[in-house]
């Protein structure tokens, strides 16, 4: 059994994604960012920079296994499972490459975007400038990366695709448009047509209005 600390937002579905993905069994504790949950001392032992996701793995010899940060957890599960990653060299070193691309770049765009969108009180018009072009050349290198590929990886479907795609889904909700991207508009369409994916998605529906999906 797997404890999953998660609240509905971009980050939290990529982790949600693979574990409906993988089919493995767990349980979905919430972590209310929007009520400060995420700085309660237990999470913080789970999750010291107090952000979710967050897992603990009760499926292992000795004591239970915490992982945080949603590219660790992805990399972790999908090594376990030997699912969803490349088992060659070159593959798996493309797989952590996109891993590291999406923590460092796309995931801090998009979400500085979306509070000077959504939530920043008052004007910001350089800060969403600033955020919103940088959120369009993450959509490029992916736009890039997508010529002649039905998934980041090549042929095959892969956490590459799971960690980078919930940004993408809400391009919308954040200004932004993928009208000159039709390879990322192609991409989004044939992951989200995908059932686990859109169980991934509805975890957490009954609470998702109660807070900004910008963690």
Same mark, same amino acid.
């Given at each position: ?51 979710? +996701? ?70 910001? +018009? ?68 995908? +059932? ?15 807070? +900004?999906?910008?963690?």
């Amino acid at each position: 059994m797997l404890d999953f600390y998660f609240w509905p937002t971009p980050n939290g579905w990529k982790v949600s994604i693979l574990l409906e993905e993988l089919g493995i069994p767990y349980t979905t504790h919430p972590v209310n960012i929007g009520k400060g949950d995420q700085f309660k001392p237990k999470f913080l032992e789970i999750s010291p920079n107090n952000r979710m +996701p967050a897992i603990v793995d009760h499926d292992v010899e000795g004591e239970p296994i915490t992982v945080f940060e949603s590219g660790a957890i992805m990399f972790y599960l999908a090594e376990k499972s030997g699912k969803f990653i490349p088992s060659d060299p070159r593959g798996r070193k493309e797989a952590l490459e996109w891993l590291f691309w999406q923590t460092g770049n796309q995931g801090p765009m998009a979400g500085q975007l979306s509070h000077f969108v959504n939530y920043a009180p008052g004007e910001h +018009p350089y800060s969403r400038t600033r955020y919103g072009n940088e959120y369009d050349r993450c959509v490029g290198v992916l736009e890039r990366r997508l010529e002649a590929r039905e998934y980041i990886l090549g042929d095959d479907y892969s956490i590459a695709d799971m960690i980078c795609w919930p940004w993408i889904l809400i391009a919308k909700p954040l200004g932004a448009s993928l009208d000159a991207f039709p390879n990322v508009t192609h991409w989004r369409k044939a992951v989200k047509d995908r +059932p686990a994916v859109q169980r991934g998605v509805d975890v957490g529906k009954n609470f998702r209005r109660a807070a +900004p999906p910008t963690n």
